[in-house]
């Protein structure tokens, strides 16, 4: 039976989410061609890497590695460089107006304590060793309502695998999402995958919690956020 495949040779997978939305401003075009090469992590798309071969965690200095998924406008993976300048940490966005939105947030913080991997999370999971994550955070991810759709959240046995696989025994993983039904598949679905929720109020954030602009378009609209926090088993 036949495989299908990228033109790269990587096998196929489908991805559901968006990639561009409105037209980038000139600035913003100037800042993916100049500051998102030296951000980007080598080594991670099938093209640069298409043996698959691991990350060399040496680039990381030792450092506890953290990991964002789907960093949407940066407000948190800025926030954290920041606050955290001890770590390093990875933010994973494939909406590439999202990611011209965090150069410039980066430009503004002056952080340099963090790598992007601009495209699917899968590839970055496909390279990354086991173990090698300290902390995970996925704030406000796509809700697909439409129960047809829900297969294709993260918080799903395919994704969930892949991230307990690379996350360090006993690591945090945050999760932040106004959508009531995300939590009810949240909290069916990551105990199984190996995962223990830590008994905390889910109407309380983080003490290192900085909001988000979907947060702030949540609370506009009259929908409570909700933050989960499980320990990898």
Known sequence: MSIKTHPSGAPWRNFYGRIHGKTLNAAQ??????????LTLAGVSHEDNPDRRPLDMAQFGGRPLWLE???G?????VHMAKTYPEIMIIGAEPF???VAMLLGKIETAGVTNLALHPGDVRDLFDVLADGAIAKAFLNYPDPWPKARHHRRRFVTPEYLAMLHRVLAPDAEFRV???IEDYVRQTLEE???????????PM?????DWTSTRYE???LREGRVPHYLTFRRV
């Open 96 to 98: 590439i107006n999202g």
């Open 29 to 38: 075009k100037k800042r993916l061609e100049e500051d998102l090469g030296p």
């Open 190 to 200: 990551v105990p199984p995958a190996g995962f223990t929720r830590l008994d905390q």
């Open 203 to 207: 109407d309380v954030a983080w003490d």
């Open 69 to 71: 998924i789907g960093f």
């Open 216 to 218: 702030q378009k949540a």
């Open 176 to 178: 932040a999402t106004d």
């Open 73 to 77: 406008g940066g407000e948190h993976l």
